[in-house]
Antibody, heavy 118, light 111 residues
């Protein structure tokens, strides 16, 4: 069973950085592009960007350019989302999502809550 | 950024009755490869989003055949033929043709 398992909740102070992980198991999900999507409390979904299977190419939404870094460790089938210069507006649940056998965004992690608060 | 517009934003449906959600894009989502990059997701309360339909009308395996997607170019529709209690949640359309990929605002389906 293909599965994406994310790291646990984080509480950060404004100005800090956060690193969220997403480990793929049960299938070669790590062979696919991995996307990150976030959802602020009570709000809709917002796409942040993706990283390619080899981890040598990324595409970020312009809104996050300069603050976001996506990386992957193929040896552990894990992708990472690094977000810096956090503000309260970054408080959200962060999801990783990958393509499956049928379509893009077929598999989703369980989400990681990041709270930014002083 | 491409703003995807969903209507209605909320929907209250009696079990067994049909439901329909519209999603409009300001630009065509038809790629030169012949595919149209519009998907539909359901997010049940407290859960991650779940892909229902990709490329306008391709229902994912395991998704009830009560769900169907249609449309072309800029106008798309998700239909539920007979709403059931498990269909409650937020429905989102998403375009993946133009970067940044964008979602509709979401439509809340209640019973």
């Amino acid at each position: 069973q293909a599965q994406l398992v994310q790291s646990g909740a984080e509480v950060k102070k404004p100005g800090a950085s956060v690193k969220v992980s997403c480990r793929a198991s049960g299938h070669t999900l790590i062979s696919y592009y991995m996307h990150w999507v976030r959802q602020a409390p009570g709000q809709g979904l917002e796409w942040m960007g993706f990283i390619n299977p080899r981890g040598d190419s990324t595409s970020y939404a312009q809104k996050f350019q300069g603050r976001v870094t996506m990386t992957r460790d193929t040896s552990t089938s894990t992708v990472y989302l690094d977000l810096s210069s956090l503000t309260s507006e970054d408080t959200a649940v962060y999801y990783c999502a990958s393509r499956g056998m049928e379509a893009a965004f077929q598999h989703w992690g369980q989400g990681t809550l990041v709270i930014v608060s002083s | 950024d491409l703003v995807m517009t969903q209507t209605p934003l909320s929907l209250s449906v009696t079990p067994g009755q049909p439901a329909s959600i519209s999603c409009k894009s300001p630009q065509s989502l038809l790629h030169t490869d012949g595919k149209t990059y519009l998907s539909w997701f359901l997010q049940r309360p407290g859960h991650s989003p779940h892909l229902l339909i990709s490329e306008v009308s391709s229902r994912l395996s395991g998704v009830s055949d009560r769900f169907s997607g249609s449309g072309s170019g800029t106008d798309f529709t998700l239909k539920i033929s007979r709403v059931e209690a498990e269909d409650v949640g937020l429905y989102y359309c998403m375009q993946t043709l133009y970067s940044p990929y964008t979602f509709g605002q979401g439509t809340k389906l209640e019973i």
